[in-house]
Structure formats: structure tokens, C-alpha cells
């Protein structure tokens, strides 16, 4: 009740100023003399009145839909929040950076998501991108992201969590179908065909080894030194929504990831942003020029390379940067640091 007086007042005093000046018009129009006569100098006068008037109008138009566009604004980065809650610099001895440009004019969020997670079974990371952009993907988004806080922590097998994220995908496609045609009353059997998102799946344990789970999506490079690899060449699985999964889901191994070297995960709007003449971006040769970076540093010298090269970007982008700072002795056990698999020389896949 007394949020609801509160806003009555308001609300009466956003209307009464136009109706005042309202008034005043119609006063000046009706009851004063020189409103009533034809020469030169009255019709200037009323001019300028209606105009005093008109100016007044628009200024409180503009201030109110000002007010409006702030608290839009607010409850934007209220849900970006939520959605893409800001990660903490440091997680369980990884030192950790993420960013994410949206392809939307305006927006603040869009298809892209990441996380980062410590848990009893080690680090655990996702990273992914969901077919297209704006509300659409954002919803979907955050139905995976739902799922992944909840299953990191549940689930001792990182092909449990993949596995979780995947129903989690469906039901939220069906229920979205069925929102959009509630007069069916019939079950949609492939509520959205052409949706799907990419996925990353990483656990770092506490010796350093690292295992992936990679669905459609690009794998992440390796920062040792000046060296810039990919993690692996392994092929991915299908992205979620296409197709079903494999009824079995073992985990990759990745080798190790040693004290001092960095992971960069990106979505493929990274490497598919053109400049004027075509040219793709070349994310590889902007790691090695920022090589030696802390993170967050990193993650700014990558954007700005990227702007610099494209500007406007015609697809979401997100980097997540991991870095292993963790003393040497807890990796004591590692045998080699994470490397590409040199048994495939095949390009990774790009969906």
C-alpha cells in the first residue's frame, strides 16, 4: 500500500505538467485580448507563446522518456548480471578474465555464455554459443547456464554434466514451443528444429590435468610462452539440439596445463570477424603479440586488436582466459604440458 501512494503523486505529476501547459494555451487563446487580434505584433506574440509552450512540452517528454531509458538500462544490467554473473579474478589458484560483446546495437548480453566453477572434482568451465542473437538466445542461454551451476557440482563424470545440459536444452525447447502455439494442445516432437548452441566443457584438477567435452564448438588455444597451439585437434561431437548425443560420454584428456600457461576460450565470433577487404581476424597472431599478459591485461589487448580490425562486430563474442598460477608443487605429478594430439592432423570442425 504504501509503494502504491508513493507512486500515485508521481504519476499525477507527470500528467499535470502537460495538462498546465495545456491550460495556459487554451487561457491565453481564449480569454486574452491580444490572442484575438489580427496585426503583425499579436500574431508574433502568440506565436512565441505557443512556442514557450511547445518547448516546455518536448523538455518534459524528453526528461521523461530519459527516466525511462535509465531504469531500461538498469534492469539491462540486472539480467546481464544474473545471466553473466562477473567472475572473480581468482578460482581455486587459476587466475580468470571474460568478457562478452554483443552483436545487438545497444545490447548488453546476447547468445554467447560462460562459466567457471570450482568444485570437489576440480575446475570446471563451459563456454558456448547459442544460434543467434537477441531475446531468443538469451532465454536459451540462460537455461543452459541454469543447468551447468547446478550439474557441475552434482555430477562426479563431466559426460553427466554434458549430459544434463542436454535435457536441460530440450525441455527448455519445448517449452518454449508450446508458448508459442498453446492451441496445439499437442506435444511438439521437434519444437525448434533449426536451434542448437555449441558447447565447451573443461575440468582442470588440482594437478593440473586437463579433460574436455567439446560439442560443435571451437577448442581453445594454449598459451606457453610465445607457443600458441590448439588444445587439441580432436573432433567434436554434434552441437546440442540436432542430434542426440552418444549413449557413451568419456571425457578427452588434454594433457596438463603447467603453473604460468594460459587457456583462451572463444566463441567463433572471434575468428569469423572480416574487415573491410574480407580478411578474418586472426586470433592466434593477437595472442602471440599479447603473450606474457596477465589476464585481464590479455583480454583487453585481444578485444582492441579485434575492434581495431572489424569494428562493429556482425556476431556475439566471448573470451574466457584461464591462467594456471598455482605453485609448482602442486603439479608435481603432471607428465607433459597440454598439447595438440599429434594423431589427427585434421582441422578442427567449426559449427
Not at 500528467?15 to 489580427?38: D, E, F, K, N, S
Not at 555430477?155 to 502455439?181: F, K, P, S, T
Not at 589476464?295 to 569494428?311: E, I
Request: positive net charge.
Amino acid at each position: 500500500m504504501i509503494r502504491i501512494r508513493g507512486r500515485v503523486p508521481r504519476k499525477a505529476l507527470g500528467l499535470g505538467l502537460p495538462l498546465a501547459w495545456g491550460a495556459v494555451a487554451i487561457t491565453y487563446r481564449m480569454a486574452c485580448p491580444l490572442a484575438q487580434q489580427t496585426g503583425f505584433e499579436a500574431r508574433l506574440l502568440s506565436s512565441a507563446v505557443f512556442f514557450a509552450i511547445g518547448t516546455g512540452l518536448i523538455a518534459h517528454a524528453r526528461r521523461a522518456l530519459l527516466r525511462e531509458l535509465r531504469q531500461i538500462r538498469q534492469i539491462a544490467g540486472a539480467a546481464q548480471s544474473a545471466l553473466l554473473r562477473p567472475l572473480p579474478p581468482r578460482i581455486d589458484g587459476l587466475d580468470v578474465a571474460a568478457a562478452q560483446l554483443s552483436a545487438d546495437r545497444g545490447a548488453s548480453v546476447g547468445g554467447d555464455l560462460y562459466e567457471v566453477i570450482a568444485t570437489e572434482h576440480g575446475v570446471r568451465a563451459v563456454m558456448g554459443d547459442v544460434r543467434g542473437h537477441g531475446l531468443a538466445a538469451i532465454a536459451t542461454a540462460a537455461a543452459v547456464l541454469g543447468s551447468f551451476r547446478e550439474a557441475v557440482h552434482d555430477e562426479v563424470e563431466l559426460g553427466c554434466v554434458l549430459r544434463r545440459l542436454e535435457r536441460a536444452h530440450a525441455r527448455h525447447l519445448r517449452e518454449r514451443a508450446r508458448a508459442e502455439h498453446p492451441s496445439s494442445g499437442v506435444e511438439p516432437e521437434h519444437p525448434v528444429a533449426e536451434e542448437f548452441v555449441t558447447l565447451l566443457l573443461l575440468e582442470i584438477r588440482q594437478d593440473g590435468a586437463v579433460y574436455a567435452l567439446n560439442c560443435g564448438h571451437p577448442w581453445p588455444y594454449l598459451l606457453s610462452g610465445p607457443q600458441v597451439d590448439p588444445l587439441t585437434r580432436a573432433d567434436p561431437l554434434p552441437p546440442l539440439g540436432p542430434f542426440p548425443l552418444p549413449s557413451h560420454l568419456p571425457a578427452v584428456p588434454c594433457g596438463h596445463l603447467l603453473p604460468g600457461e594460459t587457456l583462451v576460450l572463444h566463441t567463433d565470433g572471434a575468428e569469423d570477424a572480416r574487415d573491410a577487404h574480407g580478411r578474418f581476424f586472426s586470433l592466434p597472431a593477437a595472442l602471440r603479440k599479447a603473450a606474457g599478459q596477465p589476464p585481464q591485461a590479455l583480454l583487453g589487448s585481444v578485444f582492441t586488436a579485434l575492434l581495431r580490425h572489424s569494428g562493429t562486430p556482425q556476431d556475439d563474442i566471448a573470451l574466457l582466459i584461464l591462467r594456471n598460477d598455482r605453485p609448482p608443487r602442486r603439479c608435481s605429478e603432471a607428465r607433459g604440458t597440454a598439447r595438440p594430439a599429434a594423431a589427427d592432423p585434421q582441422p578442427t570442425t567449426h559449427l
